[in-house]
């Protein structure tokens, strides 16, 4: 890469974290830096206090322990193909086994899993936006269980058993402008949980309690794909879901990057309040550029 191209990049890198700590300060939030005022995410984590801003630049970091969460914390990267995480051991985990936990942001990087999903467990108000999921195959990326005002908006989800697995309601979930991609199945809700004594049943009618709507899981699916995979399992997909290969530049590698003939390309939720910010329409899938490979500042 020339020099002047190079020092162009970091120094919009640059600017874009300096205008974030800029707002989180106005906010009244405390930004913190990785690497900076911590050289790992699990410390910026361990040390945050609820409504702290952790602002994570570009790099690849091993996080061979996994991330515990906090009440209103917010973890913001350089972008899904800039900041990546490989997170081990327990994954990702909100739970509140730590107490009350709400409005927790997830944005703008990548989560590799490799021994356990990104885990809600009785929370109220997450947001994960503009980011690759991606698991070893053997896991679920993502489990929301007992959780509410849960959003994914913008995400790509790939390679693993399930995309998103729902076991325990309530759960209000809604998903927007977001591709699955090579799960074995994209949404997966339990079936309806048995209760008392099921001895003298026939097997006919436990199989149709157990297919039964869960009346305590409610999921808003808007604009989203799903490729490569089993749809949705106990749910179903959204009045304008589609089903189409999103082309990616080169999901092997992987890079979910879009190519210029992707289906998936001006294809997002044209409603205004998720319009990119120069007033074009978004993309499914975490990457913001256009049929011109231009980027679009969300």
Known sequence: MPVKKFILLSLVSYSLILGGQVIAKEQGKRPIIVPGNFKT???AVKSARA???IFIREGIY???NGLRLKDKLELIGEGPDKTKIKVGRQGIVAATDQGDLSNIIIKNLSLELESESVRLF???GFLLQNCVVTSNGILPC???????????LNCTIANSWTGLSITYGPVELTIRNSIFYNNETGIRVSDSPMSGDTRG????????ERKKPRDDIKISLFY??????????NCDKGEFDISKDPEFIDPKKP??????GSPCINAGDPSPRYKASDGSRKNMGAFPFNDKNKNKIY
Do not use: H, M
């Open 41 to 43: 995410v699990e410390e």
């Open 51 to 53: 409504g702290d801003v």
């Open 62 to 64: 091993e996080e061979k």
């Open 122 to 124: 009785g929370v109220n």
């Open 142 to 152: 993502i489990e929301v269980n007992s959780s509410k005002n849960v959003q994914i």
């Open 201 to 208: 049943i026939s097997p006919e009618l436990l199989e149709a």
């Open 224 to 233: 989203n794909d799903f490729w490569n995979t089993r749809d949705c399992y």
């Open 255 to 260: 890079d979910f990057r879009l190519d210029p």
